[in-house]
């Protein structure tokens, strides 16, 4: 399945206009491990400021427990929500479509109402997946739930960019980092194709583990030892994970650099390299636009945290435009793997 869209040109500028009709969108996801660190406010902000920019985007509200996105949206009590399609009421998600009041910009509300609704299955989590690839827009823009369940992560590794939103403080850092762990390993043991290389895996994540795996490294070093093969693998899995950082509320300049900061953790422990996107100021105008029940780049476009959200989704624009890349198809596949697996 895979798909020549890139909308790069050789030099990677972005080309101005829209894709034709009938190209899959580009699967964004916005997470980070906390609740209340601003993962609502981004995924909101950049899928309406995605949908100023002329494109055709649609917002879907994965977070099954605290479904607050068609709020930020001004989309009242939807009629219809991503809980039809848990309920297996409605199949086709198109149908699943309300409009907002922004011009270009539709939503996928979340379950509503349904405190404890189970999370999907994995397997339909990849049906969801395969049919949001499907959805007649440019851009899809999903609203995490906290925490690292696998239901989360998923969504955060399958699509073209995922997006770790972390705020400056202690809490926040710490659960980006437990995110980020179980984002990279969940990423590997999906990767990897033999039981005993996954068992390796699973070993690696558990911190008490004998063996004395301790950093990626290690891991990378033993798993070699077993089945070079997956070794290849391993190492294809870590350089393809390539999360991006956003740091919200921000009110220095210190609290900015934070963003270096976990990028160069993600470097020096995880060998990885994470892309610092950005970052949004603290900003009454945020609460202001929240009440108005709007984006804040659409109630004032002028406040920083406007400009600044804005300037993330320019990033976005300029890195690739819709489509899907090979990692993202490769991704899907190995999720499906998994959930085929009784042990997923
Ligand atoms: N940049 C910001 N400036 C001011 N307030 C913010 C900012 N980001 C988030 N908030 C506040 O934090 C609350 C939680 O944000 P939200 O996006 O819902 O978090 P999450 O989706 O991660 O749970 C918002 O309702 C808002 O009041
Ligand atoms: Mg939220």
């Known amino acids: ?40 406010l981004v995924a909101a902000n950049l899928a309406a400021a995605l949908a100023q920019a002329g494109r055709r985007v649609v917002a879907v509200d994965t977070d099954l427990e605290g479904a607050n996105l068609h709020t930020v949206l001004g989309v009242g009590a939807p009629r219809m929500s991503l809980a039809d399609y848990v309920a297996k009421r409605e199949p086709d998600l198109r149908k699943l479509l309300v409009d907002t009041p922004i011009p270009g910009l539709r939503l ?17 989590r990849v049906a969801l997946l395969g049919e949001l690839r499907k959805l007649p827009a440019d851009f899809v823009l999903v609203d995490l739930g906290a925490g690292t369940h696998p239901s989360v992560m998923d969504y955060f590794l399958v699509g073209d960019d995922g997006i770790l939103v972390l705020t400056p403080e202690p809490t926040s850092v710490e659960n980006a980092y437990s995110f980020l762990r179980a984002a990279f390993y969940r990423r590997l043991r999906l990767a990897m194709t033999s ?33 070079p093969e997956e070794g290849l693998r391993l190492t294809a899995a870590i350089q393809g994970f390539r999360p991006r950082i956003v740091v919200n509320s921000v009110r220095s300049a210190e609290d900015v650099r934070l963003g270096f900061a976990v990028r160069s953790v993600c470097r020096k422990y995880f060998g990885i390299a994470a892309d610092y996107i950005g970052y949004v100021n603290h900003d009454d105008a945020v609460t202001q636009a929240i009440r108005q029940r709007r984006p804040v780049v659409v109630t004032h476009p002028h406040a920083d ?26 991704a899907t596949a190995q999720v499906g793997f998994a959930a085929r697996r009784p042990t997923a």
Do not use: C, W
């Open 1 to 40: 399945m895979t798909q020549t869209r890139d909308a790069r040109t050789p030099t990677g500028a972005h080309r101005a206009l829209p894709p034709s009709h009938g190209a899959a969108p580009r699967l964004v996801a916005v997470g980070g491990g906390k609740g209340g660190v601003g993962k609502t």
């Open 108 to 124: 996928i509300a979340g379950t509503h109402g349904h405190l404890g609704a189970p999370q999907l299955r994995s397997f339909r």
């Open 195 to 227: 039981e005993s290389a996954r068992k390796l895996v699973n070993q690696a994540m558990d911190q008490g583990n004998e063996r004395g795996i301790r950093t990626p490294l290690d891991l990378l070093r033993e798993v070699r030892a077993i089945a």
């Open 305 to 330: 945290a406007a400009v600044y959200l804005t300037r993330i989704a320019r990033k976005l624009l300029e890195n690739g435009g819709p489509g899907r890349t090979t990692r993202a198809a490769r």
